[in-house]
C-alpha cells in the first residue's frame, strides 16, 4: 500500500520529517499528475524535464535557482555552459525556454544576495507546489537572505506574489 503525502505541513522540517527519497518522488509523480503549476528548484533539472518530455512548460510558474548570473549577459553565458552539459538533446529549445523565463521575471536567483546559498532539498527534490513557498522559504532562511537593502521592494515578497500568480509564463511551443 503507498503511502499518501499531503502538502499541508506546519514547517520544512515537518515534511522532511515525514517522508524519504523515494516517498518524494511518489509525491512529485502525484503533483505533476494533478495538473497544478509547480516552481522549480534547479535551472539545469527543469529545463532538461521539460525538454524530456516529463514536464509541460505551461506548468512551470518560476524557478529559484542555485545559478549566480548578474545581468543577461552572465544568464547567456550559464545557459551556453548548460547547453553543453544538460541540454544536448535540443540546445537551442533549451536557451529559448530559459530566456523567456528570465526575461518575464520567472527566474529567481537567491545566490545573488547570498553565494553560500543552495534550493537543493532532502531526496533531491526539484518542484514545489507555489502554495508551499510561505512554509518552505523561510525554513531555508530564503525571507533572510532575499530582504533587500531597504530602498525598494522587498525581492522575497515580490518573488512570492510573481510565483503565486495564477498566470503562467508562456505555452510550450
Known amino acids: 500500500m503507498k503511502k499518501v503525502i499531503n502538502f499541508n505541513f506546519k514547517n520544512m522540517a515537518e515534511f522532511c520529517e515525514q517522508t524519504n527519497p523515494v516517498d518524494l518522488q511518489l509525491t512529485l509523480e502525484k503533483v ?3 495538473q497544478k503549476p509547480v516552481v522549480g528548484l534547479s535551472l539545469s533539472l527543469v529545463i532538461r524535464d521539460i525538454l524530456d518530455g516529463k514536464l509541460p512548460l505551461e506548468r512551470v510558474v518560476g524557478i529559484i535557482s542555485s545559478t549566480r548570473a548578474k545581468n543577461e549577459k552572465e544568464f547567456q553565458e550559464l545557459l551556453s555552459d548548460y547547453c553543453n552539459t544538460y541540454w ?3 540546445p537551442e529549445y533549451a536557451k529559448k525556454i530559459a530566456m523567456e523565463l528570465y526575461k518575464n521575471g520567472r527566474i529567481f536567483q537567491p545566490r545573488l544576495f547570498n553565494n553560500n546559498f543552495s534550493t537543493l532539498i532532502p531526496g533531491g527534490k526539484k518542484y514545489l507546489p507555489p502554495d508551499m513557498l510561505t512554509t518552505w522559504g523561510p525554513q531555508v532562511g530564503l525571507d533572510k537572505i532575499m530582504k533587500g537593502d531597504g530602498k525598494g521592494p ?5 518573488m512570492l506574489e510573481v510565483l503565486n500568480s495564477p498566470t503562467t509564463p508562456t505555452k510550450q511551443k
Open 32 to 34: 505533476l499528475k494533478t
Open 88 to 90: 544536448m538533446n535540443n
Open 154 to 158: 522587498n525581492p522575497y515578497e515580490k
